[in-house]
Protein backbone atom coordinates (compact mmCIF):
# COMPACT_ATOMS: atom_id res chain seq x y z
CA UNK A 1 0.00 0.00 0.00
CA UNK A 2 0.99 3.37 -0.39
CA UNK A 3 0.04 6.89 0.84
CA UNK A 4 0.02 8.67 4.01
CA UNK A 5 0.40 6.86 6.93
CA UNK A 6 -3.06 6.96 8.27
CA UNK A 7 -3.99 5.84 4.78
CA UNK A 8 -1.86 2.70 4.85
CA UNK A 9 -3.11 1.77 8.19
CA UNK A 10 -6.83 1.88 6.96
CA UNK A 11 -6.14 -0.23 4.28
CA UNK A 12 -3.77 -2.37 6.28
CA UNK A 13 -6.94 -2.45 8.57
CA UNK A 14 -9.66 -3.10 6.05
CA UNK A 15 -7.33 -6.10 4.94
CA UNK A 16 -7.32 -7.83 8.45
CA UNK A 17 -10.14 -6.88 9.77
CA UNK A 18 -12.84 -9.05 7.56
CA UNK A 19 -13.51 -12.29 9.43
CA UNK A 20 -11.65 -11.72 12.33
CA UNK A 21 -12.87 -11.40 15.89
CA UNK A 22 -11.52 -7.28 16.60
CA UNK A 23 -13.12 -5.17 18.70
CA UNK A 24 -14.75 -7.89 21.20
CA UNK A 25 -16.00 -10.84 21.26
CA UNK A 26 -17.82 -13.31 24.15
CA UNK A 27 -17.60 -12.01 27.32
CA UNK A 28 -17.40 -14.49 29.97
CA UNK A 29 -19.60 -14.96 32.90
CA UNK A 30 -16.71 -14.38 35.03
CA UNK A 31 -16.13 -10.67 34.14
CA UNK A 32 -16.16 -7.97 36.45
CA UNK A 33 -19.76 -7.47 36.62
CA UNK A 34 -22.77 -6.02 38.65
CA UNK A 35 -25.98 -6.04 38.39
CA UNK A 36 -29.32 -8.01 39.42
CA UNK A 37 -28.28 -10.26 36.82
CA UNK A 38 -31.61 -11.63 34.78
CA UNK A 39 -30.14 -10.04 31.82
CA UNK A 40 -25.87 -10.57 30.91
CA UNK A 41 -24.48 -9.04 28.66
CA UNK A 42 -22.78 -12.10 26.24
CA UNK A 43 -20.88 -10.45 23.79
CA UNK A 44 -19.76 -7.07 22.25
CA UNK A 45 -18.07 -5.65 19.25
CA UNK A 46 -17.17 -2.80 17.51
CA UNK A 47 -17.96 -2.12 13.96
CA UNK A 48 -16.41 0.97 11.78
CA UNK A 49 -18.71 2.42 8.96
CA UNK A 50 -18.58 -0.08 6.67
CA UNK A 51 -19.81 -3.02 9.26
CA UNK A 52 -16.33 -4.95 9.74
CA UNK A 53 -15.91 -5.73 13.42
CA UNK A 54 -12.60 -3.40 14.50
CA UNK A 55 -10.51 -2.18 17.06
CA UNK A 56 -9.88 0.44 15.70
CA UNK A 57 -11.70 3.79 14.32
CA UNK A 58 -10.47 6.65 12.00
CA UNK A 59 -11.15 10.32 14.00
CA UNK A 60 -14.43 11.57 13.01
CA UNK A 61 -15.78 7.95 11.73
CA UNK A 62 -19.53 6.78 12.33
CA UNK A 63 -19.29 3.30 14.30
CA UNK A 64 -21.29 0.89 16.49
CA UNK A 65 -21.21 -0.66 19.24
CA UNK A 66 -22.79 -4.45 18.54
CA UNK A 67 -24.04 -5.93 21.90
CA UNK A 68 -25.13 -9.28 22.34
CA UNK A 69 -27.75 -10.56 25.68
CA UNK A 70 -29.39 -13.48 27.07
CA UNK A 71 -32.55 -12.65 29.32
CA UNK A 72 -33.87 -15.26 31.73
CA UNK A 73 -37.06 -13.76 31.65
CA UNK A 74 -38.70 -11.17 30.30
CA UNK A 75 -38.03 -7.80 31.89
CA UNK A 76 -40.26 -4.63 32.00
CA UNK A 77 -39.38 -0.94 31.75
CA UNK A 78 -36.00 -1.34 31.02
CA UNK A 79 -33.04 0.61 29.05
CA UNK A 80 -29.45 0.46 27.64
CA UNK A 81 -26.18 2.40 28.47
CA UNK A 82 -23.43 2.72 26.61
CA UNK A 83 -20.71 4.62 28.06
CA UNK A 84 -17.31 5.91 26.01
CA UNK A 85 -14.22 6.57 28.30
CA UNK A 86 -10.69 7.13 27.78
CA UNK A 87 -8.47 4.99 29.14
CA UNK A 88 -7.83 6.68 32.33
CA UNK A 89 -10.90 6.17 33.28
CA UNK A 90 -12.37 9.52 32.24
CA UNK A 91 -15.96 9.34 31.17
CA UNK A 92 -16.18 11.09 27.67
CA UNK A 93 -19.87 10.45 26.66
CA UNK A 94 -22.60 8.15 27.84
CA UNK A 95 -25.41 7.47 25.74
CA UNK A 96 -28.87 5.82 26.32
CA UNK A 97 -31.43 4.09 24.46
CA UNK A 98 -33.69 6.61 26.54
CA UNK A 99 -31.61 9.34 24.43
CA UNK A 100 -33.39 8.74 21.17
CA UNK A 101 -36.66 7.09 22.22
CA UNK A 102 -37.62 9.01 24.81
CA UNK A 103 -38.95 5.87 27.00
CA UNK A 104 -37.71 2.82 28.15
CA UNK A 105 -38.65 -1.03 26.64
CA UNK A 106 -39.00 -4.17 27.54
CA UNK A 107 -36.64 -7.22 26.90
CA UNK A 108 -38.03 -10.65 25.49
CA UNK A 109 -36.67 -13.49 27.13
CA UNK A 110 -33.75 -15.07 25.17
CA UNK A 111 -30.99 -14.17 22.93
CA UNK A 112 -31.44 -10.43 21.25
CA UNK A 113 -28.87 -7.91 19.95
CA UNK A 114 -28.72 -3.87 20.59
CA UNK A 115 -26.89 -2.16 18.27
CA UNK A 116 -26.12 1.52 18.83
CA UNK A 117 -24.80 3.79 16.15
CA UNK A 118 -22.15 6.44 17.05
CA UNK A 119 -22.00 9.86 15.10
CA UNK A 120 -19.72 12.05 17.03
CA UNK A 121 -16.53 12.89 16.15
CA UNK A 122 -14.15 10.89 18.41
CA UNK A 123 -10.61 12.79 18.76
CA UNK A 124 -7.19 10.07 18.81
CA UNK A 125 -7.04 8.42 21.54
CA UNK A 126 -7.34 5.44 23.68
CA UNK A 127 -10.74 4.50 24.43
CA UNK A 128 -13.03 1.65 26.33
CA UNK A 129 -16.96 1.09 26.16
CA UNK A 130 -18.65 0.16 29.27
CA UNK A 131 -22.04 -1.02 28.75
CA UNK A 132 -25.01 -0.84 31.07
CA UNK A 133 -29.05 -2.25 31.11
CA UNK A 134 -30.87 -0.63 33.79
CA UNK A 135 -34.35 -1.03 34.94
CA UNK A 136 -36.21 2.15 34.27
CA UNK A 137 -38.29 2.93 37.38
CA UNK A 138 -37.43 5.35 40.01
CA UNK A 139 -35.60 4.51 41.39
CA UNK A 140 -33.05 3.19 38.37
CA UNK A 141 -31.69 -0.33 39.39
CA UNK A 142 -29.03 -1.75 37.01
CA UNK A 143 -29.40 -5.44 35.63
CA UNK A 144 -26.06 -5.90 34.10
CA UNK A 145 -23.19 -3.45 34.00
CA UNK A 146 -19.68 -3.88 32.45
CA UNK A 147 -17.07 -1.53 32.98
CA UNK A 148 -13.59 -1.54 30.46
CA UNK A 149 -15.37 -4.12 28.67
CA UNK A 150 -13.98 -2.91 25.76
CA UNK A 151 -10.80 -0.60 24.43
CA UNK A 152 -10.28 0.31 21.15
CA UNK A 153 -7.99 3.21 19.18
CA UNK A 154 -8.92 5.84 17.52
CA UNK A 155 -6.49 6.97 15.47
CA UNK A 156 -5.57 10.63 13.33
CA UNK A 157 -7.63 10.01 9.71
CA UNK A 158 -8.47 12.83 7.24
CA UNK A 159 -11.81 13.70 7.66
CA UNK A 160 -14.63 16.31 6.73
CA UNK A 161 -16.69 15.42 9.87
CA UNK A 162 -13.42 17.18 11.65
CA UNK A 163 -12.49 20.00 9.24
CA UNK A 164 -9.33 21.48 9.10
CA UNK A 165 -7.69 21.14 12.66
CA UNK A 166 -4.23 19.80 11.52
CA UNK A 167 -2.48 23.44 12.35
CA UNK A 168 -3.00 22.84 15.96
CA UNK A 169 -3.20 20.46 18.53
CA UNK A 170 -6.75 19.26 19.45
CA UNK A 171 -7.53 19.92 23.19
CA UNK A 172 -10.23 16.85 24.34
CA UNK A 173 -11.95 14.04 23.36
CA UNK A 174 -14.89 14.78 21.22
CA UNK A 175 -15.04 17.11 18.65
CA UNK A 176 -19.33 18.33 17.94
CA UNK A 177 -20.73 19.98 15.02
CA UNK A 178 -21.11 23.70 15.97
CA UNK A 179 -22.15 26.93 14.22
CA UNK A 180 -20.40 30.11 14.17
CA UNK A 181 -22.10 34.03 13.68
CA UNK A 182 -19.84 36.76 13.35
CA UNK A 183 -21.53 40.21 13.10
Request: glycine share 10%.
Given at each position: ASGSTSEVFAEYRRGTSAGQPFGGGAIPLSASRFGSGEVRFTKLLLRDSAGLPTENVAAGERFEVEVHLDASARIE??????????????????????????????????????????????????????????????????????????????????????GVWKAFAPRGSVRLGSSWTYQ
Open positions: DVFFEVGITKATGETVVTLTSMDAEGEVRNTEAGASTITVSVEGALLPGEYRVDLGLHRGSFPVHPIDQLDGALSFTVYDAPSKAL
